[in-house]
């Protein structure tokens, strides 16, 4: 299996198909593997590059997960783009990987042809959302299906994980971290910002992405009256629709 290094650290990454590249960034708690389906949808217009951030499924892992998380997993994918001597890349990043590559395109000028961030939280996480998330994945964490899900991302070791990304989750909000590191008034490609209304993870959907859309130049949203968290995994259908329409409206 293809590996590079980070930091210290081996990180997993693969890819498949052929054509402009496009990066598939996963959230919070899971990995690559949540991508299964669509990787193999993709490929058939795009070169799809896969990437388990440090720590996550198949990547090395970690004592702790840093507060600057989804920075730190950035510049994990920037890594990733300079061994791979990437360019004209389409970015898609659902729930925590919008954030990770919202980090990644305020960090890369030039390089990236046009971006989508599906299902995040926006510009900050409120102690109370993170309190909420901290409690229903721990409820989760008792349940069959769940474990086994979260088991199918990452191995035996998978509640120590989703531990470690509670934690994480929660000292950030108590303590206002960033999120979001660099100008995204910077950000040099068109994006789109997708979500559902009916998100039961993340209140106000539109007002966030709003909120979003006013720092980028170049912004579009698209909020779903169907579907809930992520939109890109529970709404494929639509999800692959839209996003193959905004990649090819050049």
């Known amino acids: 299996m293809p590996y590079f290094d980070f930091e210290g650290k081996k990180v997993f990454y693969d890819s498949l198909g052929n054509g402009y590249p496009l990066i598939l960034?996963?959230?919070?708690?899971v990995s690559s593997k949540m991508f299964d389906s669509e990787s193999?949808?993709?490929?058939?217009?795009?070169?799809?590059y896969l990437i388990d951030?440090?720590?996550?499924?198949?990547?090395?892992?970690?004592?702790?997960?840093p507060e600057d998380f989804w920075y730190y997993n950035s510049r994990a994918v920037v890594k990733l783009i300079e061994?791979?001597?990437?360019?004209?890349?389409?970015?898609?990043?659902?729930?925590?990987?919008a954030l990770v590559g919202l980090n990644v395109c305020a960090s890369l000028k030039g390089k990236v042809r046009k971006s989508i961030f599906d299902s995040f939280f926006g510009l900050r996480i409120e102690f109370e959302l993170a309190r909420k998330i901290y409690e229903s994945r721990k409820r989760a964490k008792q349940?069959?299906?769940a474990s086994a899900f979260w088991k199918s991302q990452h191995g035996d070791d998978w509640a120590s994980i989703v531990d470690l990304d509670l934690d994480m989750?929660?000292?950030?909000?108590?303590?206002?971290?960033?999120?979001?590191?660099?100008?995204?008034n910077e950000i040099d490609c068109p994006v789109?910002?997708?979500?559902?209304?009916?998100?039961?993870?993340?209140?106000?959907?539109?007002?966030?992405?709003?909120?979003?859309?006013?720092?980028?130049?170049?912004?579009?949203?698209?909020?779903?009256?169907?579907?809930?968290?992520p939109l890109m995994i529970t709404q494929k259908r639509l999800f692959r629709k839209i996003s193959l329409q905004f990649f090819d409206n050049n």
Do not use: C, W
């Not at 061994?83 to 990987?97: A, K, P």
């Open 25 to 29: 960034l996963h959230g919070n708690s």
């Open 40 to 48: 193999i949808f993709y490929s058939k217009y795009y070169k799809v």
């Open 53 to 65: 951030y440090p720590g996550h499924g198949r990547s090395e892992r970690l004592e702790s997960f």
């Open 83 to 97: 061994n791979e001597e990437l360019s004209d890349i389409y970015i898609v990043g659902t729930s925590g990987g």
């Open 143 to 145: 349940q069959i299906l």
């Open 169 to 184: 989750l929660v000292n950030v909000a108590k303590n206002n971290s960033p999120v979001i590191y660099g100008n995204l």
């Open 192 to 229: 789109l910002l997708t979500g559902s209304h009916q998100d039961e993870l993340i209140p106000d959907m539109k007002t966030r992405l709003e909120e979003v859309a006013q720092k980028i130049q170049k912004s579009e949203i698209f909020i779903s009256n169907i579907g809930k968290h």
